[in-house]
Each structure stands twice: as structure tokens, then as C-alpha cells.
């Protein structure tokens, strides 16, 4: 039986940071990078294509920094008075 690939999804899932990243808040993940045990995955700003990074894609797991979708200012908000 082949392994499970981690992250099977991440091409193309959109993502909000809680806080400004680079300048931005929403995200598209445009490509993944398999290192070993690691998932990179390459973000693009969605107003600012000339905005890109990569990050270890596990990371997009922690609701503190990230929200699957993109959500506005109201709904971040409303989703972190929820978790207090």
C-alpha cells in the first residue's frame, strides 16, 4: 500500500493570516516542495503576485497564525473572540 501523502490538498487551498504577513493577509498556495520528513508550501499574496514565500506547510495548522479560506477582518475577529 502506497504512503499517505501529507498535505494532499495545498496546491490551490487559500489561507488568511490573523496578522499582516509581508503586508498581506490573504494567501493561495501555488506550489509544494517535499524535503524529506518537510512540506514546503509557496504562498502568493493574492493583491500582490510580487509577493511570494515559502514556508514549512505545517504551519498553516495553527489557527493562531492561520485560517483556511479567506476570511475578512470581522471574521477573523469574530473567530478569535470564539477561541478566548
Known amino acids: 500500500m502506497p504512503k499517505k501523502q501529507k498535505f494532499p490538498h495545498l496546491v490551490g487551498s487559500k489561507w488568511t493570516a490573523t496578522e499582516k504577513t509581508w503586508g ?15 512540506v514546503f508550501a509557496e504562498m ?10 515559502w514556508m514549512n506547510a505545517k504551519l498553516l495548522k ?13 471574521e ?3 473567530s478569535e473572540l470564539k477561541r478566548s
Open 24 to 38: 498581506w493577509r490573504h494567501f493561495q498556495v501555488v506550489n509544494r516542495k517535499n524535503e524529506g520528513q518537510w
Open 44 to 53: 502568493i499574496a493574492a493583491c500582490d503576485p510580487a509577493v511570494r514565500f
Open 62 to 74: 495553527n489557527r493562531d497564525q492561520w485560517e483556511a479560506g479567506w476570511r475578512s477582518l470581522e
Open 76 to 78: 477573523i475577529q469574530d
